[in-house]
């Protein structure tokens, strides 16, 4: 199995809702990032985990909380959104170790209203 | 930020090379060059990745100059299918993996 699979693949949610977006992978990878990308620009580093930790958190607000359960599983927690923050959101995986990179799923694509 | 320069734009004709170059003047001994292309709202999809040497697989050749300065994707017979957004990314391990803004490559009929 060399897949991310992300789901929901499409999200509408009103801005006083609370919903999660969920990513899983079965290689065997230690790293797990969140992306969010806007239209025609490119994907935006939001978190990363290494190890099942929290190892970067690019200044996201705390609308956005991720969750990683186990080595396997990422999630992402969406509360109190604003319209602005419709985009496709990307989670990817990786070995983390020298020359790999990051294998991604195809996206949740998230609409505010 | 990006570690990397890409030209924003380019067109290649169909069954012709396509040679996207990218600048990483600033890259660190240990940092590999990749590349990953995205087809419109798709996930990024992983093509190549390099250190020193030239490298080469089924989708296409990775040419990294003598000082790794900088680098040359070539994918020998583009098809419409290559239109995408090409990324050039410079990463060790693999965990900040940042995406500058890429380069728009069109294959035209």
């Known amino acids: 199995d060399t897949e991310v699979t992300q789901t929901p693949k499409h999200l509408v949610m009103g801005m006083t809702n609370k919903k999660s977006l969920k990513c899983e992978q079965h290689?065997?990878?230690?790293?797990m990032y969140w992306y969010k990308q806007k239209a025609k620009k490119p994907p935006e580093l939001m978190f990363v985990?290494?190890?099942?930790?929290?190892?970067i958190n690019e200044s996201v607000p705390s609308r956005f909380s991720p969750e990683c359960p186990n080595s396997s599983l990422l999630n992402l927690h969406l509360h109190a959104l604003q319209p602005e923050d419709s985009a496709l959101y990307l989670c990817?995986?990786?070995?983390?170790?020298?020359?790999?990179?990051?294998?991604f799923g195809q996206g949740t694509r998230l609409t505010v209203v | 930020d990006a570690k990397t320069t890409q030209p924003t734009s380019m067109d290649c004709a169909e069954g012709r090379a396509a040679n996207l170059p990218c600048n990483h003047s600033t890259i660190s001994g240990n940092e590999y060059v990749y590349w990953y292309r995205q087809i419109h709202s798709q996930g990024p999809q992983y093509i190549i990745h390099g250190l020193k040497n030239n490298e080469t697989n089924e989708m296409a050749s990775l040419i990294i100059t003598e000082d790794r300065k900088s680098s040359t994707l070539i994918l020998p017979h583009a098809t419409l299918r290559d239109t995408a957004v090409y990324y050039c990314i410079v990463e060790s391990y693999g965990q900040n993996f940042v995406f500058g803004p890429g380069t728009r490559l069109s294959v035209l009929p």
């Open positions: 990817a995986s990786s070995p983390y170790r020298d020359g790999v990179g990051p294998f």
């Open positions: 290689m065997g990878h230690r790293a």
């Open positions: 985990y290494s190890y099942e930790k929290l190892s």
